[in-house]
């Protein structure tokens, strides 16, 4: 490998760790170097691996994020707590959930773009009401492990136990642990954080950084959440088949 080649995936690494953007149109010359030459290619995908950095790319652009196990970039579940604003691992739990029926209002699978312009808060708690309870009827057919079932039912009775929007919000405006609505706004607030959400009018729209993530989840990232939440274990189906 050319060392100029070494230096530009390294000077592109860089770049988008430092949350700049590398697309066709911005730092055009990055880009076109990534797109045109293929050790530049394969030298950046090597060294974030090495970083434990996830690389994807969206309508001409590059992003990056951490890697499961990334603890330099990416979050413990103490610094997510803080940044979304709640106190324990079943509020964050909850999030958790939030965020993956969120996308899945945008999308059903990595190919089943489902056209959706934006998502408002009321969307998104009729999708988690319709998962949580599909999840705890047994008569859905899902096969849970005793930490699965009870951790499931934990976030049903806390959800359940939510009004749509507290007393002293009827509105429905504020972010807070007091409400169905205030639990997706404080999601919400993250997503837009993140840079991963646009608000505009109390209408969320998903910026290409959601969309490359959103897209690569599907294609190479889907865990045991995915299969309790769609009943498609593909391992199972790979064994019957056999």
């Known amino acids: 490998m050319e060392d100029r080649s070494l230096e ?32 530049v290619y394969d030298a950046l ?3 974030l691996k090495k970083f434990d950095m996830e690389l994807y790319e969206y309508n001409n652009a590059l992003f990056v994020s951490a890697g499961e196990n990334n603890r330099c970039f990416g979050f413990t579940n103490e610094e997510l707590r803080r940044a979304l604003g709640v106190k324990v691992n079943k509020e964050l ?37 319709n998962v949580l309870a599909n999840v705890i009827d047994r008569s859905a057919g899902l096969v849970l492990d005793e930490v699965e079932e009870n951790s499931f ?18 509105q429905g405006q504020r972010a807070a642990r007091n409400s169905k609505t205030g639990y997706v706004k404080l999601t919400f607030n993250f997503l837009v954080s993140q840079g991963l ?6 209408k969320y729209y998903p910026t290409d950084r959601f969309k490359a ?18 009943g498609d274990n593909e391992e199972e189906e ?5």
């Open 8 to 39: 530009k995936a390294l000077e592109i690494a860089a770049t988008l760790i430092r949350g700049e953007a590398v697309s066709s149109g911005e730092n055009i010359a990055l880009y076109e170097e990534y797109s045109s030459n293929s050790q």
């Open 45 to 47: 995908r090597l060294i």
């Open 93 to 129: 739990f909850l999030c958790y959930l939030i965020t993956y029926c969120t996308m899945t209002e945008f999308y059903k699978t990595s190919g089943n773009y489902t056209y959706t312009e934006f998502v408002r808060h009321e969307e998104v708690i009729r999708a988690v009401d």
């Open 153 to 170: 039912k934990t976030l049903a009775l806390l959800w359940d136990e939510l009004p749509v929007t507290s007393t002293d919000d009827i």
């Open 197 to 202: 959400f646009i608000e505009n009018q109390s």
């Open 213 to 230: 993530m959103a897209e690569n989840y599907y294609s190479n990232n889907r865990g045991r959440l995915y299969e309790i939440l769609t």
């Open 238 to 242: 790979e064994n019957a088949a056999d």
